[in-house]
């Protein structure tokens, strides 16, 4: 599985956006990115994926680098639920079952 | 709530104990997954099956066995742990890919084990 390099945390302000990097230069042409977020005591919830375009959804947008060596999520007004450990993945479309591999994430803080 | 159920959510257990964990999805998803979170450690993937038949075993010890009898439920058996194996299991189902990728990962809220 391609590799991807995230800071180990971020801190925010309330009603602030926030940007959360993440390097994957090793990507190969099929790869999707992929971000989850798991919040204190749960498990991880799908935030948002692409592959080469810019996506939007409610949650968040994610904004891919035209050679999609880099990616970032973006949180338009972060809340303090928005508090969590972000996990940037890819994962290869032409596999069988959705097989994600996580790395440790970025711990955003958000500040009230 | 994200439609995936996990049971017990915590669960302590000796290291001559055999217990289960459970985990059930109404969705319509046709493959499972066992994920493993120590203490300041990635997630890690146990195993996952498709349509039942397990299609990923990650060299996982034979101290857990896992069972899926059918689409809606797994199942992670457990015998003769051993303390470092105390950890939070999560269980998550997705869509059969079927050749369109869905891109998500619906994820229970865990099995908190603790091994004494």
């Known amino acids: 599985d391609a590799k991807t390099t995230q800071p180990n945390s971020m801190e925010s302000n309330e009603e602030e956006p926030v940007h959360l990097p993440c390097n994957h230069s090793t990507i190969s042409g099929t790869d999707y990115i992929h971000w989850y977020r798991q919040l204190p005591s749960q498990g991880p919830e799908y935030v948002i994926h692409?592959?080469?375009s810019n996506v939007n959804n409610r949650m968040a947008s994610l904004a891919i680098a035209e050679d999609r060596k880099s990616s970032t999520l973006i949180l338009h007004r972060a809340t303090l639920r928005d508090a969590a450990v972000y996990y940037c993945i890819l994962r290869d479309y032409q596999g069988g079952s959705e097989k994600l591999v996580f790395g440790k994430g970025t711990k955003l803080t958000v500040n009230p | 709530e994200t439609g995936v159920t996990q049971t017990p959510r915590h669960l302590v257990m000796g290291m001559t104990n055999k217990k289960s964990l459970k985990c059930e999805q109404h969705?319509?998803?046709?493959?499972m997954y066992w994920y493993k979170q120590s203490a300041k450690k990635p997630l890690e993937l146990m195993f996952v099956y498709s349509l039942e038949e397990r299609v990923e075993n990650n060299s996982v010890p034979s101290r857990f066995s896992p069972e899926c009898p059918n689409s809606s439920h797994l199942f992670l058996h457990l015998h003769t742990l051993q303390p470092e194996d105390s950890a939070l299991y999560l269980c998550?189902?997705?869509?059969?890919?079927?050749?369109?990728?869905?891109?998500?990962?619906?994820f229970g809220e865990g099995s908190r084990l603790t091994v004494l």
């Open positions: 998550a189902s997705s869509p059969a890919s079927g050749g369109f990728y869905t891109g998500e990962l619906f």
């Open positions: 969705l319509g998803h046709n493959a």
């Open positions: 692409g592959l080469t």
